[in-house]
């Protein structure tokens, strides 16, 4: 038999996957409006710094002397961004399958701090410039991803709206 909408999202076998991709673009705009609010206050940095960064993971190192906007590094910075938060979504959607919102969130906030890690530490190995963003703002930015990313999954996956 045929399963519903709201028995993917409580079924380990099962993702929701329609969910885990809109949880992700829910998940990656609150990333994004503390990323680009709260760090630019808390740090001091200029608020297209991260901008500039990831753009630079598609256009090349060369984006990173400009300091003035530039609407193709903005938008090779959302590709990439949002890219990544549905493939996170997407991994967070298998972990968080099975259990309740409150477990989901947790486990959405500690995917978040992984996620921190893998980001900002791990593939700095390809991408250095990412090492000036590790500090404790983007990891809390990241921990409210995946808690964010979380909760919009289970909500989604059980047919609600986020």
């Not at 991709?21 to 808390?42: D, P, R």
């Not at 901008?51 to 630079?56: E, L, T, V």
């Amino acid at each position: 038999m045929a399963k519903t909408g709201a028995e993917l999202g409580t079924d380990a076998k099962f993702v929701a996957w329609r969910a885990a991709v809109l949880a992700g673009l829910i998940g990656g705009l609150a990333y994004l409006a503390m990323q680009f609010l709260w760090s630019s206050l808390v740090t001091g940095a200029g608020a297209w710094t991260w901008f500039r960064f990831a753009g630079a993971i598609v256009l090349g190192r060369g984006v990173l002397a400009h300091e003035a906007f530039s609407l193709p590094v903005f938008g090779a910075a959302l590709l990439v961004h949002f890219g990544l938060s549905i493939v996170y979504a997407l991994v967070l959607g298998v972990l968080c399958a099975r259990g309740g919102a409150g477990r989901a969130v947790l486990v959405g906030a500690l995917f978040g701090a992984a996620v921190y890690a893998l980001n900002y530490h791990a593939f700095t190995a390809v991408f250095p410039w990412f090492a000036e963003l590790r500090h404790d703002v983007t990891l809390v930015n990241n921990v409210v991803f995946g808690a964010v990313t979380a909760a919009a999954y289970r909500r989604l996956a059980r047919g609600g709206r986020a």
